[in-house]
């Protein structure tokens, strides 16, 4: 990596909420999409039902939109519904592939898509390893640890398709933002922590573009602007404030275009698209009924942080499930322990509190009882999943004066590092800017701030004698090298005996869900026979089959580098009829 390159520092890995979602606000399913029209619940596709008892009352069934209400028709060749991180590249290859594109999003501009982009085999990527042989990622190797985060429950041959095709897309990419120099792509690299402990095998896949000095004080210029305006460049036209009802099939169950609605004046329009339609909608976070049917756990962790979520409902997922596809079997998300609440509120039911970006240092953590509970060092989704078999699903943070030596040593890796990479590439956020969080949550109150720990463990509204004698216990564990109740490296095992201490009340801030319609390799829904729905492609959080449960977070970038790496892939494969 050039110092060009490595001294430009990056997004934020958290900066947005998602793949935006399109259609009306799904919680009342049984409205149909909230159209007003009556549907009937009997009528939904029994291969929905996958994982589910009878017919899920989030589902319903494609709302009836009479003909007399549809008061415009478009003919395009190519529909992408949802322009962001799977539409956008979705849109540019089927237009270079020769198609008359256009693309479908129910918010008012382009949005920026994800950022981290996770690609195995990119040319930013081999030139990094061309210093550092030892990060080299062996393919099946890395596919083998996707599945068996996922414990199975995924399509093998979806990840391998991700790993073989993810570099040329981040390639194409990296071309189309670095075309006329306002912006440039850099590689990250979760690279520092191999042979020393939990954490050692982080996958160094992790790609970000950033503005350069031509563009940095143009607000109006972003990522998604860029690849938007290259897009036109090849011809694709975009429709905002223009959101999903449902698609349509022919006879065969070819779906042939979709019924959408104008946001503003409520018109119905179809949308006919010859050579097929693109879905990109994002996953249903936003659909409360949806979560608490498919992956309650993750609800019962959450809490809500102002400004730093999306709003998908699910519309893709349920239009693609009407058309005859079959839903993955278990609610999958993508989570991460960057939320807490107040000293008098626990994780779930609704609580909402802050962004707490230290949240994943591994300094000590006790639950609501004062005990500390596991491994601190374990992924981000794993310390949430122990938390969960706590009491009120929530726990504290602990640390003390020395945390930015102590979080150098921790060595982390992917999007929580606070210090560069060991290959020169930046952090998400720096050491430096935690002070200045600290302060700002120590005034709303979030984080407590005392001299001993007794005060601490009063000021964060958890049993003193407990947390004292777990706090002495963890420095006695810190002294001695090794860690006899929770086997937490000796590396990341420090001592917190410098006041003044810190704590907070620490849950799941959650990034997006994960499970989806399940497809094939050409991106077309299957149904329970395996039979592909023709004429309908997904991509990102609406299509499943990659992800199951939780999401594997040592993989810098993964989701987005699927989605992108999809997005593609179905973009060819309609303009073209290949699949």
């Avoid at 898509?113 to 890395?142: H, N, T, V, W």
């Avoid at 909402?352 to 981000?380: A, H, I, T």
Wanted: hydrophobic fraction near 35%; include cysteine; proline fraction near 4%.
């Amino acid at each position: 990596m050039s110092n060009e390159r490595s001294g430009l520092s990056r997004r934020s890995f958290l900066k947005g909420a998602g793949i935006t979602a399109l259609g009306a606000a799904a919680a009342g399913a049984l409205a149909g999409c909230g159209n007003g029209y009556a549907v009937d619940a009997a009528a939904a596709p029994a291969n929905a039902r996958v994982g589910e008892t009878g017919t899920p009352t989030w589902l319903g069934s494609a709302p009836e939109v009479p003909e007399a209400d549809i008061a415009e028709t478009l003919d395009v060749e190519v529909l992408v519904v949802g322009c962001r991180t799977g539409g956008l590249p979705a849109i540019i290859s089927a237009a270079e592939n020769g198609a008359r594109v256009l693309g479908i999003d129910r918010v008012s501009k382009v949005a920026n898509p994800r950022e981290d982009i996770g690609a195995i085999d990119s040319a930013l990527q081999k030139a990094s390893f061309a210093e550092y042989p030892q990060f080299e990622i062996d393919k099946m190797e890395a596919v083998e640890d996707i599945v068996r985060y996922a414990n199975g429950f995924i399509n093998y041959d979806l990840v391998k398709l991700w790993a073989n095709e993810s570099g040329p897309m981040l390639d194409w990419i990296t071309g189309i933002v670095e075309r006329d120099g306002r912006m440039v792509m850099n590689f990250e690299g979760s690279i520092g922590t191999t042979g020393q402990g939990a954490r050692d095998k982080a996958w160094a896949t992790g790609h970000s573009p950033e503005k350069t000095a031509l563009s940095k004080d143009d607000k109006s210029f972003s990522f998604g602007v860029s690849l938007m305006e290259y897009a036109q460049e090849k011809g694709a036209e975009f429709r905002w404030n223009t959101e999903l009802v449902k698609c349509e099939q022919d006879g065969s169950g070819r779906v042939t275009g979709v019924i959408a609605r104008d946001v503003n004046d409520r018109h119905y329009l179809r949308i006919n698209a010859s050579k097929g339609v693109i879905l990109s909608t994002g996953g249903y976070g936003n659909n409360l009924e949806m979560m608490e049917a498919r992956q309650p756990w993750n609800q019962a962790l959450r809490i809500a942080a102002p400004g730093k979520g999306g709003n998908p409902t699910g519309d893709g997922i349920k239009a693609a499930l009407w058309a005859g596809g079959q839903m993955d079997p278990l609610g999958a998300a993508c989570t991460f322990n960057r939320a807490c609440c107040k000293p008098d509120q626990t994780a779930g039911n609704g609580t909402v509190g802050e962004w707490f970006w230290f949240g994943e240092q591994p300094f000590m953590k006790v639950n609501l009882n004062g005990n500390r509970f596991c491994n601190e060092s374990g992924p981000y989704d794993y310390m949430l999943h122990s938390a969960y078999m706590q009491p009120h699903h929530t726990y504290c943070d602990i640390w003390d004066a020395n945390y930015a030596e102590q979080v150098r040593q921790m060595n982390e890796v992917g999007c929580c590092r606070l210090y560069p990479f060991d290959n020169g590439a930046p952090s998400n956020r720096t050491i430096e800017s935690m002070a200045s969080e600290f302060e700002k949550l120590i005034e709303a109150g979030y984080i407590q701030q005392a001299d001993t720990m007794e005060e601490l463990a009063e000021k964060l509204n958890i049993p003193v004698e407990n947390t004292v004698k777990s706090w002495q216990r963890y420095n006695h564990f810190a002294e001695q090298g090794r860690d006899e109740d929770y086997n937490k490296e000796a590396y990341r095992l420090m001592k917190l005996d410098t006041p003044p201490f810190y704590g907070v009340r620490t849950g799941a801030w959650f990034l997006a869900t994960l499970d989806g319609v399940m497809i094939d390799t050409d991106m077309h829904p299957v149904r329970e026979d395996g039979t592909p729905v023709e004429g309908l492609y997904l991509t990102g959080d609406c299509s499943g089959g990659f992800f199951s449960v939780s999401y594997p977070n040592l993989f810098t970038g993964l989701a987005c580098g699927r989605t992108m790496t999809f997005g593609r892939r179905a973009g060819m494969l309609a303009a073209t009829g290949q699949a």
